[in-house]
């Protein structure tokens, strides 16, 4: 008889054992594991060849997380029986635990070769298409499922989906429109309902999805509106479709409705409801929808006298009774808007009346709130400045800085906002609350002593405000005092031990000042006592905290760490894309189809995300650094030096500082050891019921989790520019629109040899930001290196030799050079970096004399753009590196920079 009845000879188990094989499989399916096993071993005990059995306990046993186990067995039962469709299903299964999702799609797909009608085959393929994006795939997956069950909800849904997203737009409709003619007129999926309603409305935002469609998607939407239990959705894409199709009046009697409605304080509203007032074309009113936080039309573009005075009498006239001061509906909005169309004397009024209202009801966002309106135009659009120097010079800053000075000097003098007799009294925290504010204006104009002095006066007058302690410690960092900064946020942490933002912070800024342990023992506070503190903040997924630290790690030159704590960060957000995997089916079977999309759109842009894109940067910097630096990768790793070429002297003393470190990481490691037995100890005396509940299994296993490389070695031996290649790539095609991205391209590509990608690198970060001075410094050493060996292609050298003169502009070098050096020299406010940057170009090009250089550097002064303790400290070195031609030059710019910094020790040589 054979060992083996199923493989190729079509016989099935015999009954006893098909029944065991159906168990099995329950089994695993109620996660009932030991008894599956149990079950695959009784066939296996008189069948030990058959595949499938085989298959189905190595699948069980990788729930257990015998994963090694599992795979030998499941390729083992393969081999056996290639031509079962069930073997070919868990293989698949075993590759999707792995997240080896192209090969779990390979897999499914040869089971389907067997049997192409299994639902349950087809059902984990379309998961695994929609979650790799294969579009076309997905859509002719479900439509082979919808043509074998055509009586399901979902599977009509999950085709109208997979229309949807391979931009089938109308097809996504009709199919929509055919599931719904299969119902009968009394069906309860016609009626209003949750289901009903997020199916219409899903149609409804498909049909305006299509070009030039907005008149059937409102006529659609006027059709849905009795099913439809999401009004103020309704409501809102009703506004949007009439404004885009220019019927002004009629989207601003929408708007005026959703604001009765209490939508007052949504900001998109608020630009729609301009939009409608001015009149604006199509593509203006599309981007002022998309608008987020505090920003409407009126900080996004220019807008004449007369639509401010426009946009100013519709406020007035026909909302002012409806979220107005005096209405039923108050609206914050309704006060700020008005401060971004005011002009001069009334301005100034209105500012008054915002800032006394903020701070009598102590609002420590007010700065904040303010500093958005420091807007600059720049081509036809607005945008916030950000630089001390822009600040001190807007207008409206001015007006601030008069109106909070004058409350000060009053409200020291009298309590009061003014000195008029008929002017209310106000508690004493209004005082703090106005130098609170003065502080803050200080912190953005650059003035960080005077700020710092402020906040004292803040603490003097009360000194259990924490907030206080926050801004001064952000005065102190940003004056170059960062372990300062972190002893002023301990001291306010210590006035209020529950609150987890002003500890968060306060860890932070530990951290920037190399204090890792203190910083580890105050986020251990916010953290389960059992076990790591740095176990459980992985698990939360607390990416601040892992960046910072990693940031700390490599300033302190521990790469492997560092690294590790990057690879944190990235596991994260491959964790978010995976998640998206639940959802797949969920979203459809629940009919949240539109929240489905938004989902999908978001995890499309998941590897753009700034803290991703801040993991990225830092894992490409640090092995950049190794493999410029060999020996810091090989003292990291642990390896021994290579001593064949030191004398004997020096081997003797190298080997003796081995012996040394060898066993200072053996006390450390014995001392984390018992640390940890410690803990263990202690949990299973607090917890006795660990092992006889859920929860307390639950506990145990996450105690049970050892790292076995917590220095990273493992990350360290791989091969620095491969590493920082996958990386850079990622961010290139992710995140085209940060200049970093293409910075750290060149940085790679260069090191690789790839001269023509450095060279698209360049050009790609100067269309983004032409006077940048990392671009800038990278494009002066592209040129400056040698021309590529003969042996190259000829073609290749040429478009290098056309491309590198384009890229100059037509100069050669040294002009280039000096051209920069002349348009920094006339303008005093050229950011200090760019100032440096073009300093040190003019010695490597042989541009200009160390005078020159040094010159460019101490004229433009300590009050242009760009000016940062870091920034001073770099130009400094910058000097240094000149000789003794910069010798003047040196005390000049260490004097200025003092006088701007005196708090900074890292200026102190």
Wanted: net charge neutral; charged share 30%; glycine share 6%.
């Amino acid at each position: 008889m054979s060992d083996n009845p199923q493989a190729g000879q079509g016989r099935p188990l015999p009954k006893k054992e098909s029944d065991l094989f159906k168990s099995v499989v329950k089994h695993y399916e109620t996660k009932q594991y030991k008894k599956g096993i149990k079950s695959a071993d009784a066939i296996l005990k008189k069948y030990p060849n058959h595949g499938e059995t085989l298959c189905m306990k190595g699948l069980t046993l990788n729930c257990q997380g015998k994963r090694d186990e599992a795979h030998e067995l499941v390729k083992k039962g393969l081999m056996n029986d290639m031509r079962s469709h069930v073997c070919w299903h868990v293989y698949g299964l075993l590759h999707r635990s792995d997240r080896s999702y192209n090969e779990a799609i390979k897999a499914y797909k040869q089971a389907l070769r067997i049997d192409s009608e299994n639902l349950q085959i087809l059902r984990d393929l379309s998961l695994l298409q929609v979650q790799m994006r294969d579009v076309p795939g997905f859509g002719v997956t479900r439509h082979t499922i919808l043509t074998l069950k055509p009586n399901q909800k979902i599977n009509w849904l999950s085709f109208a989906m997979a229309k949807h997203l391979g931009d089938d737009l109308k097809g996504a409709v009709n199919v929509i429109d055919i599931y719904i003619g299969t119902l009968e007129k009394d069906s309860p999926e016609l009626r209003r309902g949750f289901e009903t309603s997020e199916l219409a409305l899903y149609r409804n935002t498909i049909l305006a999805e299509i070009p030039d469609n907005l008149a059937e998607a409102l006529e659609h939407l006027e059709s849905c509106k009795d099913v439809v239990m999401d009004i103020g959705s309704w409501f809102q894409l009703k506004a949007s479709y009439l404004l885009r199709m220019g019927r002004f009046e009629e989207a601003r009697n929408i708007y005026v409705e959703l604001f009765k409605r209490g939508h007052g304080d949504d900001y998109r509203l608020h630009s729609g409801y301009m939009c409608s007032v001015l009149e604006v074309d199509r593509s203006l009113c599309s981007e002022a929808l998309e608008l987020k936080g505090t920003a409407t039309l009126a900080t996004m573009v220019p807008l004449s006298c007369d639509q401010k005075g426009k946009l100013l009498d519709a406020y007035r006239e026909e909302l002012g009774d409806i979220i107005g001061p005096g209405a039923e509906i108050k609206s914050q909005a309704y006060r700020r808007i008005p401060l971004t169309l005011l002009e001069g004397d009334e301005l100034i009024k209105s500012l008054d009346k915002y800032c006394r209202r903020g701070l009598s009801k102590g609002v420590p966002s007010l700065g904040s709130d303010l500093s958005a309106l420091f807007l600059i135009e720049k081509k036809e659009r607005y945008s916030t400045v950000t630089d001390p120097v822009d600040v001190k010079l807007h207008p409206i800053f001015a007006m601030i800085i008069e109106l909070v000075d004058g409350y000060i000097s009053t409200l020291e003098s009298g309590s009061k906002f003014s000195s008029s007799a008929f002017e209310e009294e106000q508690s004493p925290s209004t005082l703090l609350w106005a130098l609170y504010l003065r502080s803050f204006l200080h912190e953005l104009c650059g003035e960080y002593s005077e700020g710092i002095t402020v906040a004292d006066k803040c603490i003097e007058h009360t000194p259990t405000a924490v907030d206080v302690y926050e801004l001064k410690g952000r005065l102190l960092a940003a004056a170059g005092d960062i372990s300062s900064a972190a002893d002023a946020l301990d001291q306010g942490r210590e006035l209020d031990k529950q609150d987890r933002y002003i500890n968060n912070r306060t860890t932070e800024y530990l951290l920037r000042a190399n204090r890792e342990d203190e910083a580890r023992s105050r986020i251990a506070l916010f953290t389960r006592h059992e076990g790591d503190p740095e176990r459980n903040l992985y698990d939360m997924q607390c990416s601040w905290y892992e960046l910072e630290v990693a940031s700390c790690l490599a300033r302190k030159e521990e790469w492997g760490k560092s690294l590790k704590k990057y690879m944190a960060v990235v596991k994260h957000f491959e964790d978010f894309h995976d998640d998206q995997f639940d959802f797949h089916s969920y979203c459809i079977r629940k009919v949240t189809l539109r929240a489905y999309a938004d989902v999908l759109r978001f995890e499309n842009e998941l590897w753009g995300q700034p803290y991703y894109g801040k993991a990225a940067e830092g894992v490409i910097r640090n092995y950049l650094h190794l493999h410029d630096h060999p020996e810091a990768r090989t003292k990291a790793a642990g390896e021994e030096p290579d001593y064949s070429k030191m004398t004997a002297a020096e081997r003797k003393k190298a080997k003796a500082i081995a012996r040394k470190k060898k066993k200072k990481a053996a006390d450390q490691k014995r001392k984390a050891d018992e640390e940890a037995e410690k803990k263990r100890a202690e949990a299973a005396v607090n917890n006795p019921d660990n092992g006889n509940n859920k929860k307390g299994k639950g506990k145990s296993a996450q105690q049970a989790v050892v790292d076995e490389d917590p220095d990273g070695v493992a990350l360290l031996k791989l091969d620095p520019l491969e590493e920082a290649k996958k990386f850079s790539a990622i961010l290139s095609t992710n995140a085209p629109t940060r200049v970093s991205t293409w910075v750290l391209q060149y940085d790679v590509a260069i090191r690789r040899g790839k001269q023509l990608m450095a060279l698209q690198a360049l050009f790609k970060a100067r269309a983004l930001e032409p006077e940048n001075s990392e671009v800038f410094k990278r494009t002066v050493d592209f040129v400056q290196r040698p021309a590529p060996d003969v042996s190259s292609n000829a073609t290749v050298k040429d478009v290098l030799k056309q491309e590198s003169s384009n890229l100059l502009g037509e100069k050669s070098p040294t002009q280039f050079v000096m051209d920069a050096a002349a348009r920094a020299k006339e303008n005093m406010l050229t950011s200090l970096p760019m100032r440096i940057a073009v300093a040190k170009a003019l010695i490597s090009t042989k541009a200009g004399s160390v005078t020159e250089a040094t010159s460019l550097i101490i004229d433009g002064g300590i009050d242009g753009r760009g000016v940062s303790v870091d920034s001073c400290c770099e130009a400094l070195k910058c000097l240094c590196s000149f000789g003794e031609g910069a010798t003047k030059g040196k005390e000049k710019w260490l004097e200025l920079a003092k006088k701007r910094f005196p708090f900074a020790p890292s200026l102190d040589v």
